[in-house]
Nanobody, 114 residues
Framework: VQLQASGGGSVQPGGSLRLSCAVS????????VGWHRQAPGKERELVAE???????TYADSVKGRFSISRDNAKNTVYLQMDGLKSEDTALYFC?????????WGQGTQVTVSS
């Protein structure tokens, strides 16, 4: 299983970015696909995920600003990030779960700075 993350970059506070996670297999093979992030000196945390039934989960810190979606035909999951804040600066990782197994993509850096 391979997950290819892309879309990171540098933006000013209030800006937007869209991350993409292309999965090498049918995304419906997985219980959930989502995004985690890790800031320097902090633990990795869940940002958002979408499960096989379409239920979405967001970290409280991003609710109302971030939106996760998927393109089933492309086996791709997106994270639309609006209203970015400096505290959103982190390395963002794509993750896919099959029962107790987790597959991680490489990180994509998001930097929010004026």
């Amino acid at each position: 299983v391979q997950l290819q993350a892309s879309g990171g970059g540098s933006v000013q506070p209030g800006g937007s970015l869209r991350l993409s996670c292309a999965v090498s297999e049918n995304i419906f093979n997985f219980n959930a696909v989502g995004w985690h992030r890790q800031a320097p000196g902090k633990e990795r945390e869940l940002v958002a995920e979408i499960n096989v039934g379409g239920k979405v989960t967001y970290a409280d810190s991003v609710k109302g600003r971030f939106s996760i979606s998927r393109d089933n035909a492309k086996n791709t999951v997106y994270l639309q990030m609006d209203g970015l804040k400096s505290e959103d600066t982190a390395l963002y990782f794509c993750k896919a779960n099959i029962l107790s197994r987790a597959f991680w993509g490489q990180g994509t850096q998001v930097t929010v700075s004026s």
